[in-house]
């Protein structure tokens, strides 16, 4: 297969020598026999930047090939014109070398691809080869005039007009011509249309100079325009190559002029043609490579956004699939946390155990917490880099949340042995829009943080509510005579995932996540956060927080009443754990609730429609009919029935999964590991609704 289309290659470039050499051999003998001045100069000769634009084109063996006939058709061609052969020789080498330099300089220009793709490029190939030409003309007038006795200054200006205006045109087009590019970025116009747009410059060009004043060169413009802004640059350069085919030799024959030409010479005619040529040629060459260019860059933009837009996807997709990880980790060991803690509870409260007893089974349930930590700051950590965290502000006051989290940590500090004193400066009954249990997380993962780094000393914290100019202010410093750290470490200090080093994490433990979600927090509440510290001096954690203005008695809305601890009512629990559903019978029997169970969401709505129940506490994931399907088919019940409160018992617990448990007709959420006395309240808060 690799040889045939080898061989078809071959085959085409041997077509395309032929073709080649043929038209090197018939503008030559056009320009050679229809062009010459009285002292024998053609005022027409592109055959040299033709015979450049083809060394450019072929491998080695055909380049070599090609250039023999050049140089044959060179010698023939003057031999036959009767030139004497020292000026055959002028010609023959000066040509043969200014092809071979053309071919350098325009290779040079293009960077070895032998092609024109930009203005630029075209305007490169065109400005370093004129100086070749020039440099030629020069050296052939030259020897001409110390030959033949020529004048030099005569044959310089004719010899530098032909190859300059000839090169300007052929070197370009013919380089446009032998790319196998493209070019067009729309779909390619149908043969017919092609021929159609060729005709009308054929037919322009004929309007214009098929008469003896060409008063209508104008009209040449439009149609080559037209050809190049639909058949893009091979449509400027076939237009070139025909309005010259059909104009030059109107000019060299005396056909037609321009203007007041009339009384003018045959090669300042034919100069005249060439110019007007070769602006046309190269404003609309630049037009179309202007417009190949708007439509690459257009296509390379649309190829980056469909780039983009498959990279957007699969980030969604992965970020799909983080949320579906995160939330099956989630549920995998929420649930076996809950019998873990739940039966750690029970135990504690209804079994006779020794001192030593109640030790470990407390140490059994502080690292059942411990892991419940975990598990939330790695959610947490998830839900606020993926921006899917908001803020619920209440009325509060920032001073009692420190102090009602201070008193969580006090008996964690007081084991260690660590003095934690609060002082707190401002109005405690004024209240602000804040979010308590996200400024509550704050100020338990900084504590937290200083009692964790601390084995002996103090852990104090300042608390106040300034008033400044733009609003009240709530700042916070939380300062530690633990191990401290270097400013390396302060560095990364609240980075994800970070802790000062690998050996701290060994001694003390933790996901490093606490402080980068607090910085987290911090900002998304409009916050700053910052430390200060020295290795073995300790740490000082600095937060403000602006707090806006405090409401007022009238703006704040009446405390509801508490719901009272009935322990009365039906309850039922619906888990396809049976360690879930007998720790769920074991809370709610020792607070004197009647409890039946169901295994699934089937066995869920059976129940539902033959019992009256006060409360159903309802598993999401279960085997035949999980929770959700179950909800829904409980709320399709007629009468009280399909009103009864059901709430979410699950260990799903991001907002957007409890938001689907609304959805879905539960009104209420209580997250795995389940809190009693979060069970208890929201079981009789439903009961009393």
């Keep these: 297969m690799a040889g045939r289309s080898h061989q078809g290659a071959a085959r085409r470039e041997n077509l395309l020598l032929v073709v080649l050499g043929l038209t090197y051999i018939g503008v030559f003998a056009f320009c050679d026999a229809l062009t010459r001045d009285a002292q024998g100069m053609p005022a027409l000769w592109p055959v040299n930047a033709i015979a450049a634009a083809g060394l450019l084109h072929f491998g080695r063996a055909r380049r070599f090939a090609f250039l023999a006939i050049c140089v044959v058709t060179q010698l023939v061609g003057h031999a036959l014109a009767g030139d004497p052969w020292g000026l055959v020789a002028i010609y023959t080498g000066l040509d043969t070398t200014e092809a071979v330099l053309l071919a350098a300089v325009a290779s040079r220009a293009t960077r070895g691809r032998a092609r024109i793709r930009s203005v630029r490029e075209a305007l490169l ?35 530098l007009f032909c190859c300059v205006l000839g090169m300007a045109i052929a070197l370009p087009a013919t380089l446009v011509l032998l790319d196998d590019h493209p070019w067009t ?28 004043e060409g008063w209508m060169a104008f009209v040449v ?50 100069r005249l043609g060439q110019v007007f040529i070769t602006m046309m040629f190269l404003t609309t060459l630049a037009l ?110 920032p001073l009692v949340v420190v102090r009602e989290t201070a008193g969580i940590v006090a008996a964690a500090a ?120 020295a290795p073995g001096e300790g740490a000082t954690f600095r937060v403000s927080v602006p707090l806006g203005a405090p409401e007022t008695a009238d703006q704040r809305p009446p405390m509801a009443a508490p719901a009272a601890a009935t322990g ?59 929770g959700l399907t179950a909800t829904r088919a409980i709320r399709a019940l007629d009468g009280r029935r399909g009103r009864t409160p059901i709430i979410a018992v699950t260990a799903e617990a991001l907002p957007e999964q409890v938001a689907r448990f609304r959805e879905a007709g539960m009104i209420d959420h209580i997250p795995k590991p389940i809190a009693q006395t979060e069970l208890y309240d929201k079981i009789n808060r439903w009961i009393e609704h």
């Design 414 to 533: 007081a084991e260690k042995g660590l003095e934690l004193r609060v002082s707190a400066s401002g109005d405690e009954d004024a209240r602000f829009q804040i979010d308590p249990n996200r400024l509550r997380q704050i100020v338990l993962n900084l504590l937290n943080n200083a009692v964790k780094f601390t084995s002996q000393g103090s852990v104090r914290v300042a608390a106040e509510i300034a008033e400044e100019p733009g609003g009240h202010i709530f700042r916070l410093e939380v300062r530690d005579s633990g191990i401290g750290m270097s400013p390396a470490e302060m560095d990364r200090i609240f980075e994800r995932f970070s802790q000062a080093d690998s050996s701290i994490r060994r001694r003390f433990g933790g996901t490093g996540l606490g402080l980068a979600i607090s910085k987290s927090l911090v900002e998304l509440m409009g916050g700053q956060i910052g430390v200060e510290s």
């Design 221 to 270: 413009f439009p149609a080559a325009t037209l050809a190049a802004f639909r058949l893009g640059p091979k449509g400027a350069a076939w237009s070139a190559v025909i309005v010259a085919a059909l104009a030059m030799p109107l000019f060299a024959l005396g056909a037609t002029t321009m203007g007041e030409t009339a009384t003018w010479a045959a090669v300042d005619r034919i």
């Design 568 to 626: 009365t009512g039906r309850v039922l629990v619906v888990d396809d754990h049976p360690m879930n559903r007998e720790l769920c019978k074991l809370l709610l029997e020792m607070e004197g609730y009647e409890v039946a169970m169901a295994e699934d969401g089937d066995d869920a709505v059976r129940m539902a429609g033959e019992r009256d129940f006060d409360v159903i506490l309802m598993d999401i994931r279960m085997p035949r009919m999980d």
């Design 125 to 159: 190939v065109i400005g370093t080869a004129a100086p070749v030409s020039a440099a030629m003309a020069a050296i052939g007038a030259t020897l001409t005039d110390l030959m033949l006795g020529r004048d030099f200054g005569t044959v310089f200006v004719g010899w």
């Design 185 to 212: 970025h729309n779909p390619r116009p149908a043969p017919w249309v092609r021929v159609g747009i060729y005709a009308l410059v054929m037919a322009a060009t004929l309007v214009a100079f098929a008469q003896a």
């Design 288 to 397: 179309a490579l202007s417009l190949y260019r708007q439509h690459r860059l257009r296509d390379l933009v649309l190829r980056r956004n469909r780039h983009l837009a498959a990279a957007r996807e699969r980030a969604q997709a992965a970020n799909r699939a983080k949320s579906e990880f995160l939330a099956t980790m989630s549920h995998e060991l929420r649930t076996p946390l809950n019998s873990v803690l739940g039966f750690a509870s029970v135990i504690d409260e209804t079994e006779d155990l020794s001192a030593e007893g109640r030790r470990r089974m407390a140490l059994i349930a502080a690292a059942g917490r411990s892991l419940v930590t975990l598990v939330d700051d790695v959610l947490e950590f998830a839900r606020l880099e993926a921006g899917r965290f908001e803020l619920t502000p209440q009325a509060a006051n």
